[in-house]
């Protein structure tokens, strides 16, 4: 069982950047893969990010490759997306979820989630 908490969401203009944080439970961190996914208003959950166990395989969106990075420090049970030169239209609710598996893009390979937090960003 593994619990997130999603941090770091806020307001910024565009072409700003914002770090999020995915705090995590549990002992056995570093056999999770952990997503991040974000979901606007009336639009179905997007794929954003994934980063393997141990950091060694990530994968991105086409439409957030070259801005945002994903990362893990598995010592504080802790992955990270940091995000630059954000654009209005990456406005959601950003989740983090892990699964035991792989490093997947789908959201029904997930097996725990976040609450979410919102990031907005104005034009």
């Known amino acids: 069982q593994v619990q997130l908490v999603e941090s770091g969401g806020g307001l910024v203009q565009a072409g700003g950047s914002l770090r999020l944080s995915c705090a995590a439970s549990?002992?056995?961190?570093?056999?999770?893969?952990v997503g991040w996914f974000r979901q606007a208003p009336g639009k179905e959950r997007q794929f954003v990010a994934v980063i393997s166990g141990i950091g060694r395989s990530t994968y991105y969106a086409d439409s957030v490759k070259g801005r945002f990075t994903i990362s893990r420090d598995n010592a504080k049970n802790t992955v990270y997306l940091q995000m630059n030169s954000l654009k209005p239209e990456d406005t959601a609710v950003y989740y983090c979820?892990?699964?035991?598996?792989?490093?997947?893009?789908?959201?029904?390979?997930?097996?725990?989630w976040g609450q979410g937090t919102q990031v907005t960003v104005s034009s």
């Open positions: 549990g002992r056995t961190f570093n056999t999770y893969a």
């Open positions: 979820a892990a699964n035991r598996a792989v490093a997947a893009r789908s959201a029904s390979a997930f097996d725990y």
